[in-house]
């Protein structure tokens, strides 16, 4: 059987270019420092937006939820804000899913 099969010979494995680990530690850190400009701080900068916008929400104000639905402040909790969405009719949402504080006389305009 060996007459038509070749035996094979390992090599010898040939050094590594030398500065090899050297580079692929800037290559990393420099992948990371790519990856926190592009995603984790712009994800922060929104966040404290966000937290800003909803730490400055009054009585009064006109809103949109994350759901889209437009009203008017009727009260306010630590964690709770109370809609008026039309006559007679209040609901109640998480602070955190506010979307955006509308101009006023937004609500008036639309209707």
Same mark, same amino acid.
């Given at each position: 059987?060996?007459? =038509?099969?070749?035996?094979?010979?390992?090599?010898?494995?040939?050094?590594?270019?030398?500065?090899?680990?050297?580079? /692929?530690?800037?290559?990393?850190? &420099?992948?990371?420092?790519? =990856?926190? =400009?592009?995603?984790?701080?712009? /994800?922060?900068?929104? /966040? #404290?937006?966000?937290?800003?916008? $909803?730490?400055?929400?009054? #009585? &009064?104000?006109? $809103?949109?939820?994350?759901?889209?639905?437009?009203?008017?402040?009727?009260?306010?909790?630590?964690?709770?804000?109370?809609?008026?969405?039309?006559?007679?009719?209040?609901?109640? =949402?998480?602070? $955190?899913?506010?979307?955006?504080?509308?101009?006023?006389?937004?609500?008036?305009?639309?209707?």
């Amino acid at each position: 059987m060996t007459l =038509f099969i070749a035996s094979a010979h390992a090599q010898e494995a040939g050094a590594p270019p030398p500065g090899g680990d050297l580079f /692929q530690i800037f290559f990393l850190v &420099g992948l990371f420092v790519l =990856f926190y =400009f592009i995603a984790i701080r712009p /994800q922060r900068k929104r /966040q #404290k937006e966000h937290s800003e916008m $909803v730490s400055k929400l009054n #009585k &009064g104000d006109e $809103v949109v939820t994350s759901s889209g639905i437009l009203g008017k402040v009727t009260s306010l909790d630590d964690n709770y804000m109370v809609l008026n969405v039309a006559n007679n009719v209040d609901m109640k =949402f998480q602070r $955190v899913h506010l979307h955006a504080i509308l101009p006023k006389g937004t609500l008036k305009s639309i209707a």
